[in-house]
């Protein structure tokens, strides 16, 4: 499976949704002011910070965190497992 991850500017995302508006009286009242808004930057569309993803979409949040702990935690255990092993030998080996 190939995963495409696109980073859409914040302004283009804007646009879109302001075109898309289910209210007609919200979308654009021309097309030349959708299409000069996808070619430059509106600066209204740029003081706008997207959410954070926990508030944007907490499933995926949580779903993401969860893969990253189910594949870091057995390194984890490898690496703690390999620091006690070391610790054991060489604190038998003192006592020699």
């Given at each position: ?7 859409v500017p914040i302004w283009v995302d804007e646009a879109l ?28 569309f740029l003081n706008k910070k997207r959410p954070p993803l ?43």
């Open positions: 499976m190939i995963l495409f991850i696109l980073v949704k302001k075109a898309l508006q289910l209210d007609p009286y919200n979308r654009y009242d021309q097309l030349s002011e959708f299409i000069y808004d996808l070619k430059k930057p509106n600066k209204k926990i508030e944007r979409s907490p499933e995926k949040f949580w779903q993401s965190n969860f893969f990253y702990l189910i594949y870091d935690n057995p390194i984890l255990i490898i690496q703690i497992n390999i620091f006690y092993k070391h610790l054991y030998i060489k604190h038998t080996y003192n006592e020699l």
